[in-house]
């Protein structure tokens, strides 16, 4: 690993010091709707994030907590996968996330399996139709293998990591048979969402 951090970095990096530090800075940030894939530390200078960046931040600060820097990725049907920056904490799992929707952030480390805290996010993972959409999770993907590329501080596209997301194995949350039956998601509950959310940065989903 190549990089390192500036006395600035390192600076805001000392007051995020627990996970729920992360998550409020995380959202004092501006979302960023840009789709390009870019680096904890262009996080840190510009001030704003999308699910993807806002994860490979949250996942760099709890490397310097000492928990090794993890991604999950939440896979959707008719909307914008999500991707989580996970942790363990006595055994259990907890995330901490970049979100448009305020529903789908920060998780308190209670969860004795991923696939329990993934089933947290499920009932408030809905798209702009109020369609609940949430239908598999990945295996967690060890960002250290990255080491190499620099991934916390290269000025380059971390889109290769997006990828390497998209093809590990991805674990089905619910049958078809169960899809056919969900109910949609309240209209207090979408707006409850999207509360304070950044217009541009919504996914736009197919009528069913």
Not at 39 to 56: D, I, N, T, W, Y
Not at 85 to 114: I, M, Q
Not at 157 to 178: A, F, N, Q, T, V
Request: hydrophobic share 35%; net charge negative; aromatic share 12%.
């Amino acid at each position: 690993m190549g990089g390192t951090w500036n006395n600035d970095e390192r600076k805001l990096l000392k007051g995020l010091h627990k996970p729920m530090k992360v998550q409020e800075w995380l959202d004092s940030i501006e979302y960023d709707p840009d789709p390009e894939s870019r680096s904890p530390r262009f996080v840190m200078k510009e001030r704003r994030a999308h699910c993807f960046e806002g994860a490979l931040f949250a996942a760099a600060c709890l490397r310097e907590m000492g928990h090794p820097p993890l991604l999950v990725d939440l896979r959707a049907e008719n909307d914008d996968d999500h991707v989580i920056a996970v942790f363990r904490e006595d055994g259990l799992w907890g995330a901490v996330a970049k979100s448009n929707f305020t529903s789908l952030r920060f998780r308190e480390p209670v969860y004795r399996s991923l696939r329990e805290l993934t089933m947290s996010y499920f009932d408030f993972y809905f798209n702009t139709n109020r369609e609940k959409s949430l239908r598999s999770y990945s295996r967690p993907l060890d960002l250290t293998r990255f080491d190499d590329k620099d991934w916390m501080f290269t000025e380059g596209s971390l889109e290769y990591i997006g990828d390497e997301l998209d093809r590990i194995l991805h674990y089905p949350l619910i049958s078809k048979g169960m899809v056919k039956k969900l109910s949609l998601a309240s209209q207090s509950m979408l707006d409850a969402g999207l509360l304070g959310s950044k217009p541009e940065g919504l996914f736009k989903p197919k009528e069913q």
